[in-house]
């Protein structure tokens, strides 16, 4: 018999582009989707969040707000009425009262701040809540976005043990 031995050539397959799975397209689009979704829900408190933070702070132009009606949405109540500064130079009727203090009734003066002369919102001064809901929803976007963004990036980058725990 002759000298070589007659093997076969592998043959390779023929190339194919690589197309991504299913799976990570769609997370993709769910990563977009949320990172889309978490940078609204962050910029949308941003200017109430500015002005409840100055309204914390006790700047702004101080004044009496006089209870009018109180009025019910959804998900909230508010009270609705006039707003005069301490010195008479701005009046403005038909604003609303951020906050809801309980001892207020139809007809009350309330000391308040006045942080933004285009907007119809008065604060109550050193009050805390309206700030920590804008922050709270400002938290809560910034989950969403970052929540987003771990979904758009390969498994491959996280460290093996994160990835196992993931999977399971």
Do not use: H
């Not at 990172?35 to 100055?54: E, F, H, I």
């Not at 951020?98 to 942080?115: K, Q, S």
Request: net charge positive; hydrophobic share 40%.
């Amino acid at each position: 018999m002759g000298g070589r031995s007659q093997r076969r050539k592998r043959q390779r397959p023929a190339k194919r582009t690589k197309t991504w799975p299913r799976r990570n397209r769609r997370s993709v689009l769910l990563g977009l989707l949320l990172v889309a979704l978490g940078t609204l829900l962050m910029l949308a408190p941003y200017s109430d969040g500015r002005d409840t933070w100055r309204a914390l702070q006790g700047e702004g132009r101080s004044g009496v707000f006089v209870a009018e009606e109180y009025k019910c949405g959804r998900r909230t109540c508010y009270w609705l009425g006039n707003f005069t500064s301490d010195d008479g130079q701005i009046i403005k009727p038909d604003v609303r009262l951020d906050t809801d203090p309980d001892d207020i009734y139809e007809g009350d003066e309330t000391p308040a701040l006045d942080v933004a002369e285009d907007r119809q919102v008065v604060y109550v001064s050193g009050e805390l809540q309206p700030f920590l809901e804008s922050l709270a929803i400002a938290a809560a976007g910034f989950g969403f976005f970052a929540f987003g963004i771990l979904c758009m990036m390969p498994w491959r980058w996280f460290p093996r043990r994160l990835r196992t725990w993931a999977m399971t």
